[in-house]
């Protein structure tokens, strides 16, 4: 039996408390240990709010998140977050930048820049602790946002869109290193939660895929990927399951 990290259980929100207009309509679902899981759907339909009540920076009108069975109120040390556009302050070295990830841990100030820089070091940016994030690519410095998203050991992470924001090959580079580090426990997380538009990243990277409706949003389908990594794009099993996503999104080709 898959043992369940979170928990979305019949969440609903709107952000006009007066306004009866719900963005999130019922959605329930789980992330179960070592899945990854993408939640894809319409442009408006809820993904960024749905993913920021999971991290416990709103909170759900009605319904729950549970972390390991626990209801997550406000943001915990457990649950990392990377962002669509980075989300780095440009006054802070990239070393800096990744330390904020550690802003809640007990280690002293010396161990928080070692394990920084080695992070850094991970995410094959070693030259560039002392620079500042402007100076960087946007591939680079979304490896920064990824290196401060796991500073703290976090047992899951939760990213919206964290490729959208790149150029395609950029984006296809880091999603192989982000994937080959899950898998090779070099990001030791319980479950990866993606929110994302595009269907070929979805089925390129997960073991399940929550398809949302439009507005008041729902859960359409629950599909599972079965398929080995790394998986390629170019073979027809690939392309049958983006074909199946595309058509529970309603989007005949
Ligand atoms: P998605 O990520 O699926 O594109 P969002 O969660 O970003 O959708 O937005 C869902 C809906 O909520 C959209 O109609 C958007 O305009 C609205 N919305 C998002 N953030 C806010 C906010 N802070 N205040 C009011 N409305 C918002």
């Keep these: 039996m898959a043992k369940p990290i979170i928990n979305v259980e019949e969440v609903s929100f709107s952000y006009d408390s007066k306004s009866s207009a719900k963005v999130i309509g019922d ?131 939760l990213m919206d869109e964290p490729f959208s924001a790149l150029d395609e090959l950029t984006a296809e580079t880091l999603r192989k290193d982000v994937e080959r580090m899950l898998r090779s426990k070099k990001i030791a997380v319980d479950s990866v939660i993606m929110v994302t538009h595009n269907v070929e990243e979805a089925v390129e990277l997960s073991d399940k895929i929550v398809v949302l409706s439009d507005q008041p949003s729902h859960v359409k389908k629950m599909r599972e990927v079965r398929m080995k990594y790394p998986r390629d794009r170019h073979t027809k099993a690939f392309q049958d399951m983006v074909d199946v996503i595309e058509r529970d999104l309603g989007r005949s080709k």
């Design 27 to 157: 959605i329930s679902f789980a992330a179960n240990e070592e899945e990854f899981v993408s939640v894809i759907g319409p442009s408006g339909c809820g993904k960024s709010t749905l993913l920021r009540i999971m991290s416990g920076l709103i909170k759900a009108d009605e319904g729950k998140v549970l972390y390991k069975g626990r209801e997550i109120t406000e943001p915990i040390s457990e649950i990392g977050f990377v962002f669509q556009d980075f989300a780095l302050l440009p006054w802070l070295t990239n070393l800096e930048n990744v330390k904020l990830g550690l802003s809640r841990s007990r280690l002293d100030d010396s161990e928080k820049e070692k394990r920084a820089a080695k992070l850094l070091q991970q995410f094959g940016l070693k030259e560039f602790d002392d620079a500042y994030p402007n100076t960087l690519s946007g591939g680079m410095r979304q490896r920064v946002g990824i290196a401060r998203a796991v500073a703290s050991n976090p047992r899951v992470i």
